[in-house]
């Protein structure tokens, strides 16, 4: 169906507390780093409302959420594709770094279950060490390989993981990134570097901004 008004219609994204909501971050960087404009609409996390308030919007009961017209897309990989075809460059244009860059997001999407269990994204947390279970430890030693093995072949044109631009695969590994940092994990001066690219990016700084201002906490999270 061609919606002709669409073009115009403004996006709003829904999205949970920018300090702990990794799947919110990765759309909300993907779409500053593209220069597409949208309003932004926060749902606290863990409060007794929160799944009736997502729900209203989306069945499936979880933040992001995009909207444009009347269209409404969930799932946070299914939101950078929807950004994708708005601004094709959030996918690397060359075929093979294209299906590379699919590939590595839809493996953080689905996998590192012991990192994200036990690393919970924490934008205000000063880094301090834990003790890493060895699942975990495994999930980062792949995390490590993945971005080095990226960054050489895919991206010597600058400091991403393809490159020059930062695209939709580092919005999703944007969040590994604050684990990285957050729980201060050893990792190869190759990955620091990256890290720090992400890091000083200026979404990511306006991002970590809004986070540091928050003043909603959970608990068990901050209690890691
Ligand atoms: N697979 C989903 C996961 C989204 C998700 O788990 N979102 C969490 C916040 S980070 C949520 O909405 N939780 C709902 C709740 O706490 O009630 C995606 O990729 O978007």
């Known amino acids: ?21 990794s799947w919110s971050m990765r759309p909300w960087l993907a779409a500053k780093s593209a220069g ?3 309003e932004e609409q926060i749902i606290w996390l863990r ?14 009961g979880k933040v992001p959420i995009l909207i444009h017209g009347d269209i409404m897309v969930h799932e946070s990989i299914a939101i950078l594709e929807y950004l994708a075809e708005i601004a094709p460059n959030l996918w690397p244009e060359d075929r093979e770094s294209r299906a590379h860059a699919r590939a590595i997001s839809a493996e953080i999407h689905a ?3 012991p ?6 994204m924490n934008i205000k947390r000063q880094p301090k060490a834990i003790a890493l279970d060895d699942e975990t430890r495994a999930s980062v030693e792949r995390v490590v390989d993945l971005i080095i093995d ?15 631009d930062f695209n939709n695969a580092d919005a999703m590994w944007a969040p590994v990134v604050n684990r990285l940092h957050a729980y201060d994990i050893k990792v190869p001066a190759a990955v620091r570097r990256y890290m720090e690219a992400v890091m000083t990016t200026p979404m990511w700084r306006e991002w970590e901004a809004a986070a540091l201002e928050e003043t909603e906490t959970i608990v068990d999270i901050d209690s890691v």
Request: hydrophobic share 40%; proline share 6%; glycine share 10%.
């Open 1 to 21: 169906m061609v919606r002709p008004v669409l073009e115009y219609a403004p996006l709003k994204l829904i999205i949970g507390n920018k300090n702990y909501s």
């Open 36 to 38: 597409i404009r949208f």
């Open 47 to 60: 409060h007794p409302e929160t799944s009736a308030m997502i729900k209203a919007t989306s069945a499936a």
């Open 111 to 113: 996998g590192f279950l």
């Open 115 to 120: 990192l994200r269990r036990n690393c919970p």
């Open 150 to 164: 990226c960054r050489t072949r895919f991206g010597s044109g600058g400091d991403f993981l393809f490159g020059a």
